[in-house]
């Protein structure tokens, strides 16, 4: 029943399922429109961190792949006493110099360099997404491990160089230089670090 205040006016509690008194409750115009601003901020800030960090995952994990398959070409090349070669190309064989369209891996009987009939494909690297890039002057076409796991030409020699391996940010601290030494030992740098042998992405 109503009951009534001192002044006679009758006093009714707003209803609810347990009959407590109900609370409405919402956003301002002015609040609302501050939230929208916080996440605009926040939004300019995070959105060009992320992408970053896309880019750096993607350009360590092709950095981590391609150097495992230096590493396994010069490892079966000890094991075995052979050559073994790893040249830009797929499967089917070498092709031009470059190295971001994918590379094979393969025992190179006759020491000259390139993928013949009846040589063993041990490895087979895909080509890099992103649209980055792999290249190196000193090995522009091939490199081959010998017996003793050391980096050679085709003529015997040792030889060393660098792959220059860069993404959208071009050349800089934030692409890779992935440095063999003639004695196969393999390093990885900053592009633009002291040592890393290089000077642009193309080289």
């Known amino acids: 029943m109503p009951k009534l205040n001192v002044l006679g006016l009758k006093v009714t509690k707003p209803d609810s399922f347990f009959r407590r008194p109900v609370c409405v409750s919402g956003f301002t115009l002015i609040e609302l429109m501050v939230t929208i601003a916080i996440i605009g901020i926040v939004a300019l800030i995070g959105i060009p961190a992320f992408g970053d960090f ?92 010998r017996h003793d796991g050391g980096s050679t030409s085709i003529a015997g020699s040792g030889l060393a160089g660098s792959f220059a391996l860069c993404d959208s940010r071009g050349y800089g601290d934030k692409a890779r230089a992935i440095a063999v030494s003639a004695s196969g030992r393999v390093k990885v740098l900053p592009a633009n670090a002291a040592g890393s042998g290089l000077s642009s992405c193309g080289t």
């Open 54 to 145: 896309v880019l750096n995952n993607r350009i360590r994990g092709q950095t981590s792949d391609f150097i495992g398959q230096l590493t396994q070409a010069r490892s079966e090349a000890m094991r075995t006493a052979t050559r073994v070669t790893v040249c830009p190309g797929t499967a089917g064989g070498c092709a031009d110099s470059n190295w971001e369209n994918g590379w094979v891996v393969f025992i190179d009987v006759n020491a000259n360099a390139a993928l013949d009939s009846g040589e063993a494909v041990i490895g087979i690297g895909a080509a890099l997404d992103g649209d980055n890039t792999l290249r190196s002057a000193a090995f522009t076409t091939y490199i081959s491990f």
